[in-house]
């Protein structure tokens, strides 16, 4: 079992960028495999990037090239960088961890204006 805290959403303009963390309440260096979703309000939450314990790193094709996901063992944290934020990057991210079972964070507002 993990428990998982997300924070660094926020309001940014259009262009801007953000870093969100995903803090972990026990080591991760064990968890394969970790990533981040988004949802907006009637949608389907929808993958956006995910990486794995090996260095395997997939990302959704509108985010390539923006955004960068990454993992530091020693600090248990999961981070998304995202550059060049637009209007429709706009949602809730939520990290995730497989443990076994998929365990999810609550989430962290991020809002792109135009």
């Known amino acids: 079992q993990v428990q998982l805290v997300e924070s660094g959403g926020g309001l940014v303009q259009t262009g801007g960028s953000l870093r969100v963390s995903c803090a972990a309440s026990?080591?991760?260096?064990?968890?394969?495999?970790m990533g981040w979703y988004r949802q907006v309000p009637g949608k389907q939450r929808e993958l956006v990037a995910s990486?794995?314990?090996?260095?395997?790193?997939n990302y959704a094709a509108d985010v390539k090239g923006r955004f960068t996901i990454s993992r530091d063992n020693a600090k248990n944290t999961l981070y998304l960088q995202m550059n060049n934020l637009k209007p429709e990057d706009t949602a809730v991210y939520y990290c995730?961890?497989?443990?076994?079972?998929?365990?999810w964070g609550q989430g962290t507002q991020v809002t792109v204006s135009s």
């Open positions: 990486i794995t314990s090996g260095g395997g790193i």
């Open positions: 995730y961890a497989n443990v076994g079972h998929v365990s």
């Open positions: 026990r080591s991760i260096f064990s968890i394969d495999a």
